[in-house]
């Protein structure tokens, strides 16, 4: 007995779903077209029906060439026809992009981050005092913030010296009294009951309202 369905998991892999799978079978259908002039023809009427998928589009200085491009990469690229744009190439459509480096040099306060260790090589390397002092104040400043945020912990200067220290490799010096911490204010996490689910807050809300 023969299939009276299709499902989508039996059809091919549908390469640009916001056109849809209709679509790529008028594409496929295009595609099977000997006629060159009548091809053409056919595949502007689709750059037509594309303008109607995505009416937002047209906002967009080059959104024509853009649809044409999008029916090139819905052909596979197999598409002969006579196109007003280049026709795109498919090593600079589909290149994958470049690998990004991560870096697997250890950090000693994984809590801090890794910009914050940028941050304090940087500052053993300055040469102005005053410059550097006013950068290892706002760097201890940010440590102290985050420590009381994020752990819930009051850092001394001391701590503060001794952690800029490590992540120097001892080449930061810091006398703990000289440094300038200064604090964020904490916001306050406010409770706010819910009226309908909470019972409690209900009952004493009648309750106060019956002794006004």
Partial sequence: MRELF?????????????????????????????????????AEALIGVMEILNPLAKEQADYKQKFWDHLHIVANFQLDVDCPYPTPERDTIVKKPEQIPYSSQPIKFRFYGRNLQNMVNKAANIDNTEMKNE??????SFMSNSSRNWNNENL?????????????????EINPEALEITLEQRKKKFFKPNNNNNKFYNKNKKHNNFKK
């Fill in 6 to 42: 299709e499902y989508n998991t039996q059809s091919k892999k549908l390469i640009i779903s916001e056109y849809g799978r209709s679509f790529q079978s008028m594409v496929e259908h295009v595609l099977g077209v000997e006629d060159k002039t009548k091809r053409t023809k056919m």
């Fill in 135 to 140: 950068f290892l104040n706002l760097l201890a």
């Fill in 156 to 172: 001394t200067n001391q701590q503060l010296a001794e952690h800029l220290k490590m992540m120097s490799s001892s080449k930061l």
